[in-house]
């Protein structure tokens, strides 16, 4: 029996994943990230860009000194300034931390980006491996925008940084431009033709721009690559990144016909997509592959007979296989502190005692207005009270008078650096005078770019969920909020989004 190859799976979502507009996270909420991806056993995090921000190279500090398992790589420019604040941050995890250093070496981007010509190019790349290699042999280079790159450029760049010591060289699809039949052939030239490949392991990192991220990298895979960079739910840059879930399933699921093996354990998928969705407030679509709320629903009469009888006749993985656990104890109100622990344990969230403590009151008062509590309505509870940006202003009380007869009326308190402020407003509906009264009480200046409202789960005693983003002086955020009282779930969020800025607006102060 022949044995199958393992491929490393690098996780980019704390680091190209939180470049998706309104991903931002702060510190606690990586670390969070990072210690759900330790269970989820990922080979190396990339946990940020440590010359980005004070905030940023925090969080790559923190992230290095407390996980243990995986690697913890940085990126930074190929310069002097960044490679050294990289280090500064990654040198708590020794040498599991990782420097990944990249420059661009497609024409397109030296001539207009860099304006740069292609020695330029190369004699930097090398000088940045050099630099990188005063502090650790644990160096990846990226050639941004390789697929782009004529290729006898990039077989001198990926030669030379291997020579320089590189040891992980980095092809990305940085704009999602290829199909899988021709980097397929990118990856298959390289192993042919650089003649010290096998001194480093070919990396793969693609953009899903044309929905090909993770086809192509599966065919990168299969043409030689050693480690695959991927993002939980896909996120990232513009249409995001190559998805974690789907690549690492599909290898599972599909092995009879891609002998490759990856050290993730696959259980801890659902609770970490769940978490990261909590967390940045972007829900993944229905219909997402894998982790989507209809990956394992049936609705139509001979699907759902089909799977009576046999599941595997509709369903080529199990829900077990991803974490979706269907005989879980039901959670409600007669249920008791152990159950409520475990449940969350297995979500991923290991809360300290007095955090679980607040977490079980707040459980408790919604298991009184609701039937059934579901893991979504766990993670909406987990959000609200846990996870929270530091609070500038809070919402205390709100009540709102509504419908087709009464101009609609906000009155709102608010709590705003310790000091209580009320005030009311009239608006179009009761959603548009709850935000006028936040509005004018916090003097804010941000605008409202999106508003949406979704149950978390069905029924009509179910939480509302909103989010809102809001945009000022060029920063997006996302705010969330869930409530029974949907109109209490928007303005929640609105506070959150203001939170979230004003929170942005702090860490982007000094900036380096
Ligand atoms: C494909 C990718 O995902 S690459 C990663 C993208 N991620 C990010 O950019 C997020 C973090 N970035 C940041 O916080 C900021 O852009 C910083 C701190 C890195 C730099 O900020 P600034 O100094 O204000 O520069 P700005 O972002 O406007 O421009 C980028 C500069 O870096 C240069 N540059 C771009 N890539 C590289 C590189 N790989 N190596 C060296 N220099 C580079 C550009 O030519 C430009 O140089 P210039 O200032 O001399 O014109
Ligand atoms: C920095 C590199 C790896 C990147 O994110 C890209 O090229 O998309
Ligand atoms: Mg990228």
New binding site residues.
């Given amino acids: 029996m022949s044995e199958n190859k393992m491929i490393k799976i690098f996780d980019t979502t704390l680091r190209?994943g939180e470049?998706s507009p309104g991903a931002s996270m702060n510190i606690e909420e990586k670390l969070r990230i990072a210690h759900q991806l330790e269970r989820l056993n990922v080979d190396v995090i990339e946990a940020g860009?440590p010359?980005?921000?004070d905030g940023d190279f925090e969080a790559v500090k923190k992230i290095a000194q407390t996980i243990k398992g995986p690697q913890i790589a940085g990126?930074c420019?190929?310069?002097d300034k960044?490679i050294d604040r990289a280090w500064e941050a990654l040198k708590y995890a020794k040498e599991r931390g990782r420097i990944h250093?990249?420059?661009?070496t497609s024409d397109i981007h030296m001539k207009y980006?860099?304006?740069m010509d292609e020695d330029q190019v190369l004699a930097?790349a090398v000088k940045a491996i050099e630099r990188a290699k005063r502090y650790t042999d644990n160096i990846e280079f990226s050639a941004?925008d390789a697929v782009r790159t004529r290729l006898p450029f990039l077989e001198r760049v990926v030669e030379a940084v291997i020579d320089a010591g590189a040891t992980i060289v980095n092809i990305?699809d940085?704009v999602g431009y290829t199909v899988p039949s021709e980097f397929f052939e990118i990856i298959a030239y390289l192993r042919n033709n650089v003649p010290n490949i096998d001194k480093a392991t070919i990396s793969v990192h693609c953009h899903n721009d044309l929905g090909l991220a993770v086809a192509n990298s599966l065919a990168a895979v299969q043409a030689g690559a050693g480690q695959v960079e991927c993002t939980i739910n896909g996120i990232g840059?513009r249409a995001g990144n190559c998805s974690l879930e789907e690549l690492v399933m599909t290898l599972r699921t599909r092995n009879d016909v891609l002998p490759y093996d990856t050290r993730v354990a696959t259980e801890h998928i659902y609770p970490t997509s769940r978490m990261l969705s909590t967390i940045t407030g972007i829900m993944v679509q229905p219909n997402k592959a894998v982790v989507g709320a209809n990956a394992f629903s049936h609705e139509a009469g001979i699907h759902q007979h089909g799977v009576i009888m046999e599941k595997s006749t509709y369903e080529i993985m199990t829900p077990e296989s991803i974490g979706l656990n269907q005989n879980k104890l039901v959670l409600g109100k007669h249920s008791g502190r152990h159950a409520f622990k475990q449940r969350l344990e297995e979500l991923g969230y290991d809360l300290k005692k007095e955090d679980l403590d607040k977490a079980f009151v707040r459980f408790k008062t919604l298991a009184d207005q609701k039937k059934e509590i579901f893991d979504e309505d766990l993670d909406a509870i987990i959000a609200d009270e846990i996870i929270r940006v530091p609070e500038k202003y809070k919402l205390m009380q709100m009540n709102v008078s509504s419908g087709s007869f009464a101009a609609p009326t906000a009155t709102i308190e608010l709590e705003i650096n310790g000091k209580v402020k009320k005030g009311a407003m009239i608006g179009a509906g009761p959603v548009d005078a709850a935000f006028k009264s936040i509005k004018k009480l916090t003097g804010s200046k941000a605008n409202l770019l999106a508003f949406n409202v979704g149950g978390i789960t069905g029924g009509t005693d179910a939480q509302g969920e909103c989010t809102v983003r809001l945009e000022e002086g060029g920063r997006e955020v996302l705010g969330q909020g869930a409530h029974p009282d949907i109109i209490v779930a928007s303005a929640k969020a609105y506070v959150n989004a203001l939170n979230k800025l004003a929170s942005t607006m702090e860490r982007n102060r000094i900036?380096?």
């Fill in positions: 190209d470049q860009f010359i980005a921000s990126l420019r190929a310069n960044d250093t990249f420059i661009a980006k860099l304006q930097t941004e990305p940085t840059e900036r380096i």
